[in-house]
Nanobody
Framework: QVQFVESGGGLVQAGDSLTLSCAAA???????????MAWFRQAPGKEREFVLS????????YYAEPAKGRFTISRDNVKNTVYLQMNNLQPEDTAIYYC???????????????????WGQGTQATVSA
């Protein structure tokens, strides 16, 4: 059963912006507003890496270093959707981006295999030089 559906990926040029969306689906809708949400990415030939997360109410954040200053996470608990706004994209941002549901309400890092319970299928973002 699909728990989250990402969209908004595509091909852009360096310096462009892109906004990804992740909508809860199925049973995940009922508990979406209770848990933190996060974005991860996996570049070709690399392991999946944590990007940033947001707390259940949208007022608490946790950013990995690559996201600081360029990426913003937000959520709409009425629409059961979390967003990733990416600015000044660079070729090294090329990756499949995944959203994930946290195991707790407050934002936390996913950089050390911390547990995230449900995942989307991913959306590809490609940045050309």
């Amino acid at each position: 059963q699909v728990q989250f559906v990402e969209s908004g990926g595509g091909l852009v040029q360096a310096g462009d912006s892109l906004t990804l969306s992740c909508a809860a689906a199925g049973s995940s809708v009922r508990t979406f507003s209770l848990y933190a949400m996060a974005w991860f990415r996996q570049a070709p030939g690399k392991e999946r890496e944590f990007v940033l997360s947001i707390g259940f109410a949208g007022g608490h954040f946790y950013y990995a270093e690559p996201a600081k200053g360029r990426f913003t996470i937000s959520r709409d608990n009425v629409k059961n959707t979390v967003y990733l706004q990416m600015n000044n994209l660079q070729p090294e941002d090329t990756a499949i981006y995944y959203c994930a549901k946290g195991a707790m309400a407050t934002a936390y890092s996913g950089a050390s295999n911390e547990r995230f319970t449900e995942w989307g299928q991913g959306t590809q973002a490609t940045v050309s030089a």
